[in-house]
């Protein structure tokens, strides 16, 4: 199959590049909501405590960052995640 490449290698290509326009133009035909809108703000905090920090420390670390930004925020924070020893996929 490589050998065949190797020696088709204008086919190859157009082939590819074929598919990649093909592609392309079907994907204006996804519907917008695979994507879904976010329509408020978000903030992302991320707290670091010395290596070897005991965990309840991190919770009451950022427990304390939480009320922090609760009681100083200009509109009312509605939802919160918080993670405490590992990174959040998608929040990075």
Do not use: Y
């Amino acid at each position: 199959m490589i050998a065949w490449s190797v020696d088709h290698r204008g086919a190859v290509v157009a082939t590819t590049v074929g598919v990649f326009v093909l592609a392309a133009l079907g994907f204006t035909h996804v519907q917008k909501a695979v994507f879904p809108a976010f329509g408020t703000a978000g903030t992302i905090l991320q707290l670091r405590l010395p290596e070897g920090s005991a965990i309840g420390a991190s919770l009451e670390a950022a427990k304390q960052a939480e009320a922090a930004l609760k009681a100083t925020a200009m509109r009312p924070i509605t939802r919160v995640i918080l993670a405490v020893g590992r990174r959040v996929s998608g929040l990075e």
